[in-house]
């Protein structure tokens, strides 16, 4: 059977919107595995560091300049089971009307984390609903769920470019929240090419727009493996508000137990 010039002109065109129609399709999967394949080599480099204790300064800057300070710890334990997510405890140790504030922090995949602020002025222990986790962290910039763990299955990934950071190349990911109740549509993220350390993090609210801006600065390798930022810079570009978080200490393999990070040892902080 012959075909006419009329026939193959529209079979043509056929196969070009074919073509049109997969190609978008095809390039976002590519995306979507390059991705994920820069997040879980992050990932893999921090494994393995058991717990660590921080001792910290919490600087807040509210849009006229002032400042207010305060002096924090972190104790953190690592959960090996990739299905789980890590535990901290953040506690207060000045000024005086936030001394001996307690926060526990049990980060978990899809399901909501747990959460508790223990309040030592009302002697009782808060539990953190889930839906008031993209609230403010004692007044910071920060949202209680900065504060929980940044596990690799909570998020989506997607390889958006290359592009220079600092002076360094970094690869830039758009990270979609998988957990539900997240304050954030999407975050995006820059990770450095050479030890893919997290550089500089945008947040999206939930109307899709630029809320804030996260830099990690003052790098230092401990146990000639893992990196930590000794400086981390978040600024707010809706109200203009800044809050730091400048460590002093970070030591690796402390000793920190499960019993450490209780409910109950909330209560028993010193």
């Known amino acids: 059977m012959f075909t006419s010039t009329k026939q193959l002109g529209r079979l043509a065109c056929i196969g070009m919107t074919a073509s049109f129609v997969f190609l978008p399709v095809s390039l976002a999967f590519a995306n979507s595995e390059k991705g994920s394949k820069i997040a879980a080599e992050w990932d893999a480099r921090d494994r393995g560091y058991e717990d660590t204790k921080s001792v910290l300064k919490m600087i807040l800057e509210n849009r006229h300049g002032q400042k207010s300070e305060r002096k924090m710890r ?4 690592e959960v ?19 001394k001996g504030t307690a926060f526990l922090s049990f980060a978990h995949i899809t399901e909501p984390d747990d959460q508790w602020l223990f309040l030592p002025a009302l ?72 030890e893919y350390r997290q550089q500089k993090i945008d947040y999206y609210d939930r109307k899709g727009e630029l809320l804030k801006t996260l830099t990690f600065d003052k790098f230092k390798k401990h146990l000639n493996k893992y990196w930590r930022a000794y400086d981390l810079y978040m600024v707010n570009h809706q109200t203009g508000k800044k809050t ?18 209780t409910r109950s040892s909330l209560e028993k902080v010193r």
């Open 123 to 194: 002697k009782k222990t808060k539990r953190i609903s889930s839906k008031n986790k993209s609230g403010p962290f004692l007044g910071s910039e920060f949202a209680y769920e900065d504060f929980s763990g940044q596990e690799l299955k909570k998020y989506t990934y997607t390889w958006v470019r290359d592009e220079a950071c600092k002076d360094m190349q970094c690869f830039v990911l758009e990270q979609t929240p998988t957990y539900e109740n997240s304050g954030y549509t999407k975050i995006v993220v820059w990770y450095d090419k050479l």
């Open 74 to 77: 972190i104790k953190a334990l």
């Open 80 to 98: 090996p089971d990739p299905d789980e997510g890590d535990k901290s405890l953040v506690i207060f140790d000045y000024p005086r009307d936030v």
């Open 244 to 261: 730091r978080l400048a460590y002093s200490q970070i030591e690796f393999q402390t000793g920190v137990r499960k019993r450490d990070l």
